[in-house]
């Protein structure tokens, strides 16, 4: 490994964040345009959400990489379920898919502050930065979808 590791890593999560930002972008101007309260109510209930179960995941015991594997597999399902939507009407696929990505982002949450907790290697931190941002983001683009419904 070469001895500056972490400015790639700090580089490649600055790449990835521009990218990711730029992406969204659309979404983003298309609710603030059409439906600004989802945007205010999906970033509030994000904040409310990372707080409580960070906060939890940061402060248990307990090891929480048994739940990290189990709710890994459970959004491998969530993205096979999310194609079938694609293809197949369920009613209420949607708040189902949605709700249950929100159960899984729980437990990833609490698993990625308990890493943040143990990590005494600064190395790890872009990664742990960029699964924690990955978990707000996910979560938020759920409860987005969720307070949205009424309005489409």
Not at 36 to 56: H, M, R, S, V
Not at 59 to 67: N, Y
Not at 96 to 109: D, H, K
Not at 123 to 146: K, Q, T, W
Request: charged share 10%.
């Amino acid at each position: 490994m070469p001895t500056n590791y972490g400015a790639v890593l700090i580089a490649l999560l600055l790449a990835f964040g521009i990218t990711l930002g730029l992406a969204l972008a659309p979404t983003l101007v298309y609710y603030a345009s059409t439906n600004p309260q989802a945007l205010w109510q999906a970033g509030g209930a994000t904040a409310l959400f990372i707080a409580g179960f960070g906060a939890a995941g940061y402060a248990t015991r307990r090891d929480l990489s048994g739940i990290a594997r189990l709710c890994f597999w459970a959004l491998i399902a969530l993205i096979v379920f999310g194609i079938v939507l694609i293809f197949v009407r369920i009613p209420g696929g949607e708040l189902i898919y949605s709700v249950l990505g929100l159960v899984i982002f729980a437990g990833l949450t609490m698993f990625d502050f308990q890493r943040l907790r143990r990590s005494k290697d600064i190395n790890s931190a872009p990664l742990l930065a960029a699964s924690i941002f990955l978990d707000a983001l996910n979560v938020f683009l759920f409860f987005l979808r969720i307070f949205s419904r009424g309005s489409n």
